[in-house]
């Protein structure tokens, strides 16, 4: 039994893996097709229909430049980096749940015993921690990629990036937590289900709460308006100049990856996750459609990170610090009074004005 268990986890791990790195590849593909729409230009159209093929052409790509190593580079390190970013992305993923429970397929039950599938790796009761805890070790990735390249482009770009991500998770982790004194859960399913009736952010401190979240997640995944880390005008692609080939490709696959795992955090922390209206879920379908609508939001906020790239210029550095440390940080330890008040005090009341 053990063994059955094992492998329907494998299988579902695999799968999981598969999507993922398809999803981050079409992701690119979108981004530049929009970018085109925005700079009246067509974008990729030439590999495969509509440009369909052109993911596949870049990995090729990826996989077949010639392996560089810059000299005088500390070499361990230099390897070292990008696999964690990387890494760090993927792990992320093991606690998302993306739905409730399917019925296994006939051919699972079969091979493995196992009657219900659930949309998720992983239900530690920590899970918010877990998610923090691996978004705070992907800075490491950066860090060492600018040390380690012996070039001060890089390291300039590795030191802004690791202030920055640093400085930033402070009213990112203040914002999770007005969630978390909402619902009295660190469980992302728990959290999940709680908006069944009301969604985090139709609360007055989810609301001020999500605009502090998201302002902070465009930090931490070194988007426009806050790539400082990378700013071309200025340290030519910073952090990782001196990276070609699949180790750079690493590193772009893991900042898509980054986007997609907020996006979804998003949707689960402020705008109901999975759960679905007017009773839908509640049908012998019902974890698909939660699905579907889960994957609709995500795609909504996936669209979101490349409309503001292509919308807002690049803040300063000294901007950048400053509207962390001097208003996000004030108001996220407000928002956090005022969760503890709302939650004692008025969450009721403002439920039933809901319901």
Not at 71 to 85: Q, W
Not at 86 to 109: D, E, K, Q, R
Not at 112 to 121: A, F, K, P, R, S
Not at 237 to 247: P, S
Request: overall charge neutral; proline content about 5%.
């Amino acid at each position: 039994m053990e063994l059955a268990l094992l492998l329907a986890w494998a299988i579902k791990a695999i799968s999981l893996f598969f999507i993922i790195l398809t999803g981050c590849a079409y992701y690119t593909l979108a981004e530049r097709k929009f970018a085109g729409f925005i700079q009246d230009r067509p974008g990729p159209n030439r590999a495969g229909p509509l440009g369909l093929f052109q993911p596949l052409a870049d990995g090729i790509k990826f996989l077949m430049k010639e392996e560089i190593f810059p000299k005088n580079v500390s070499k361990g390190m230099y390897l070292l980096a990008p696999t964690i970013s990387m890494t760090c992305a993927i792990m992320a993923w093991a606690v998302m749940p993306f739905g409730g429970t399917l019925p296994s397929p006939a051919w699972l039950i079969e091979l493995t015993g196992v009657e219900t599938i659930d949309l998720q790796m992983a239900n530690p009761d920590s899970g918010v921690l877990y998610m923090l805890a691996i978004s705070s070790l992907a800075v490491y990735g950066i860090m060492i990629a600018g040390w380690s390249s012996n070039n001060k482009y890089s390291l300039l770009g590795g030191i802004r990036s690791t202030a920055q991500m640093i400085s930033y998770e402070l009213p990112m982790g203040l914002s999770i937590v007005v969630v978390v004194i909402m619902t009295g859960s660190l469980r992302l399913t728990e959290i999940s289900e709680s908006q069944k009736d009301l969604w985090n952010i139709l609360s007055p401190p989810g609301f001020i709460a999500f605009f502090i979240y998201a302002t902070s997640m465009f930090a931490e995944t070194n988007r426009l308006p806050f790539d400082l880390a990378e700013a071309e005008s200025e340290l030519v692609v910073g952090f990782h100049t001196e990276y070609g080939a699949f180790k750079f490709a690493m590193f772009f696959l893991a900042e898509y990856m980054n986007m997609i795992t907020m996006s979804c955090l998003t949707t689960i922390l402020f705008f109901g996750g999975y759960n679905v209206p007017f009773g839908l879920g509640e049908s012998p379908y019902g974890a698909l459609i939660g699905l579907a609508f889960f994957i609709g939001k995500v795609l909504f906020f996936a669209f979101f990170f490349i409309w503001v790239r292509w919308t807002l210029p690049r803040f300063r550095y000294d901007q950048l610090m400053t509207l962390g440390w001097k208003k996000m940080i004030p108001w996220a330890l407000f928002c956090v009074f005022f969760a503890a008040i709302y939650t004692v005090y008025w969450k009721e009341t403002w439920e039933r004005i809901f319901s």
